[in-house]
């Protein structure tokens, strides 16, 4: 229609404005022209069978009487005339908007209920069952006494940050502001911002809730806002995973969510973030090794995952970021040597990885980057013999120091 795909679930939830006009409408179909109410009955509540008549039904033609054959004529009367066909009245185009009389919901409260349950469920893989989704659901639907349900009730980025408020707590945030004011578009609640697509629609493109008090744990659906760019939640007490889902969010750049109490593994399928340039997870409880799919972000230029409990070795794949400025790794569980390969981030700024069971030679090429953008080198050197020996130059300035009861060199580039 007007160049445009129309759904009958497009056509059941317009506005009552337009609702009229779209079921009268003729559109294409199978090489024939059909009203919008013929194709989809049940949004345009339009009975389709024998036994009804439909609402407005056009003039048809008058039934035609059957022709006879004339009584055989008498020698002295000419014959009879055949009857003729009436006139047939023209047909018209039924009224584009006929005036609505009253406004009435096309819907009991129990449909509007699976339907919106129904479409959740397609949409962003959710069931609204347990308590926390109960409430959000509820939020959205906005049920009333009212004849007439609003426009628009079922606005899936509005249930999904209604969602994340009532999972984190939100009634005990240190500053809850507007957020959840039903006067408000979700767009201006507090720590959201959002950005005009080019459909028209206003979707949300960060979140930020940094030092406000958020417990709990994220919601799946989080993975369900495909305009989102940052997602900065950091210096709270959110426990539990970090969403596998979030990389469903493809636009995302930043992560944010340092010092909390998150548990589980970095997403396996993080390299779907191929937009991604900062992953900030330090100071948590995550466990696991670094994913291979990493690597394959070529945006990342900062790996913040220091202060955690992550296992395995630091890959040769490292080689791969050619823009990582900062990976900090430091204070976690890492085995094996550092791979020569990292001689090839030769935008790297900071490579802090003390405190780990790292050991070997720090490679030649690694310590020669301080001849391009490397100013910070933090390892294990100390001890006897040292877990990780390094060569230094006369222009670098050793130092020991103690931290966390572990000895170390800090090799500070100048």
């Known amino acids: 229609m007007d160049g445009k795909t129309v759904t009958c679930d497009y056509v059941r939830f317009s506005p009552d404005s337009t609702w009229s006009e779209l079921c009268y409408r003729e559109v294409d179909y199978n090489g024939s022209r059909k009203p919008i109410r013929q194709l989809c009955p049940m949004a345009c509540l339009y009975d389709c069978s024998p036994t009804m008549s439909p609402t407005t039904q056009p003039p048809t033609r008058p039934p035609v009487t059957p022709e006879t054959n004339p009584p055989t004529p008498s020698p002295t009367k000419p014959p009879t005339p055949s009857p ?17 009389t009253s406004c009435k919901p096309p819907y009991t409260i129990e449909q509007r209920i699976e339907m919106l349950k129904e479409r959740y469920r397609n949409a962003c893989d959710t069931e609204p069952n347990d308590d926390l989704r109960k409430l959000a659901f509820d939020y959205v639907l ?59 629609e206003r979707k949300i493109t960060q979140i930020t809730h940094d030092e406000n008090n958020l417990t709990g744990t994220l919601p799946p659906e989080l993975g369900c806002l495909p305009e989102l760019v940052v997602f900065q939640a950091d210096d709270n007490k959110l426990t539990g995973p970090v969403p596998d889902t979030l990389t469903n969010n493809l636009k995302l750049e930043r992560v944010d969510l340092d010092n909390n109490l998150l548990t589980g593994t970095i997403p396996q399928q993080i390299g779907k973030l191929q937009n991604l340039i900062i992953w900030d997870t330090d100071d948590n409880l995550m466990t696991g090794s670094i994913p291979d799919s ?121």
Not at 84 to 100: A, S
């Open 294 to 414: 990493i690597f394959s972000i070529g945006t990342l230029q900062a790996l913040d995952i220091n202060s955690n409990k992550l296992t395995g070795s630091l890959s040769p794949s490292f080689s791969r970021l050619k823009n990582l400025k900062v990976l900090q790794c430091d204070d976690n569980l890492f085995t094996g040597v550092v791979p020569p390969s990292m001689r090839l981030l030769s935008n790297l700024n900071q490579f802090i990885l003390f405190n780990n069971d790292i050991e070997g030679t720090m490679p030649s090429g690694v310590c020669d980057l301080r001849n391009g953008s490397l100013k910070i080198l933090d390892a294990d050197c100390a001890g006897n013999p040292p877990e990780i020996v390094v060569t230094v130059a006369r222009s670098a300035n050793l130092r020991p120091e103690k931290e966390k009861k572990i000895q170390y060199f800090k090799i500070l580039i100048l």
């Open 84 to 100: 003729t066909r009436p006139p047939v009245t023209p047909k018209t185009d039924p009224p584009t908007t006929p005036p609505p």
């Open 142 to 200: 906005e049920l009333s006494e009212e004849d007439c349900p609003p426009d628009d009730p079922m606005d899936l980025q509005r249930y999904v940050m209604a969602l994340y408020y009532y999972s984190t707590n939100g009634d005990n945030w240190d500053d809850k502001g507007n957020y959840l004011d039903q006067n408000l578009d979700e767009c201006d609640w507090l720590g959201l911002t959002c950005d005009v697509t080019i459909d028209g």
